[in-house]
């Protein structure tokens, strides 16, 4: 908690002249405005220093004020990209001289710490409307409603290491033993596009897509893959099939593919996440292909 503002001698020399004229400390405070231990700890200092002058403190001396404090906060507020070079600029402004590491410090002890942000599609007005009558909509369906969905999508696997941040706990000077090393090879080592689904009872078929994927290749998977996915998921009859608004699914081939197989689809928002949140997480074991 921030430490208040002192009070003036001009207030202290007031609270003693009322204690020697005989008020007690209840009284003063009422009178004053000043909280019955601020009005006893400036009677006591009174009594034994014989002064109400504010006295040598150890230590050095606090720059960061409390309005300096509630500049730092409504600036990160305002604007949270704001780096800590920037806040050193704004204080010195304003008289304020204090080095980036306090800077983070007092940002830390009131709760504001610097973090990585969080990634999330561009969303368009259209697709955030779409998106929550979609979750509107399907709020309070009751979770067996999902059991008899087959959830399809693509995804991009590299095939050489993965193209996020790594961390490994080591001691200093184990840098570049093997356990703590991340084999790279030149241009990334390439990557493969996979199609697969799944349902609330397990995965299905994976398949490798050799070459560009376009709506030809699209349906000739989906011949190939769906039904005997869905046989081995033991989807019930009346199963419905999710898949995203890529242009080669909602075409006009695929469409009527896709009426003259009966297949029924669920309506989807665009930029859905879900299938993406899914496909991520899947470990790949290349080696049967």
Known sequence: MPRRKELSEDLRSRI???????????????????????????VYKWRKFSTVATLPRRGRPVKMTARAHRRMLNEVKKNPRVSAKDLQKSLAHANI???????????NKNG???????????????????????????????QHYWQNFLWTDETKIE??????????WRKKGTAHQH?????TVKHGGG?????????????????????????????????????????????RRGWVMQQDNDPKNTCNSTKEWLQQNKIRLLEWPSLGLCTDFFFGSIRFDFSDF
């Open 16 to 42: 003693v002249d009322l204690h020697e004229a005989g008020k007690g400390y209840k009284s003063i405070s009422k009178s004053l405005d000043v909280h019955v231990s601020t009005v006893r700890q400036t």
């Open 97 to 107: 001289f204090v080095d980036t590491s306090t800077i983070r410090k007092t940002l």
């Open 112 to 142: 504001v710490h610097g973090r990585t942000p969080r990634r999330k599609p561009l969303l368009s007005i259209k697709n955030i409307a779409a998106r929550l009558k979609f979750a509107k909509e399907h709020l309070d369906v009751p």
């Open 159 to 168: 095939l050489f290491g993965k193209n996020t941040q790594h961390y490994v």
């Open 179 to 183: 356990q703590n090393l991340i084999p």
């Open 191 to 235: 990557s493969i596009m996979v199609w697969d689904c799944f349902a609330a009872s397990g995965p299905g078929r994976i398949v490798v897509i050799d070459g560009k994927m376009n709506s030809r290749v699209y349906q000739d998977i989906l011949r190939e893959n769906v039904r005997p996915s869905v046989r081995q998921l033991k989807l």
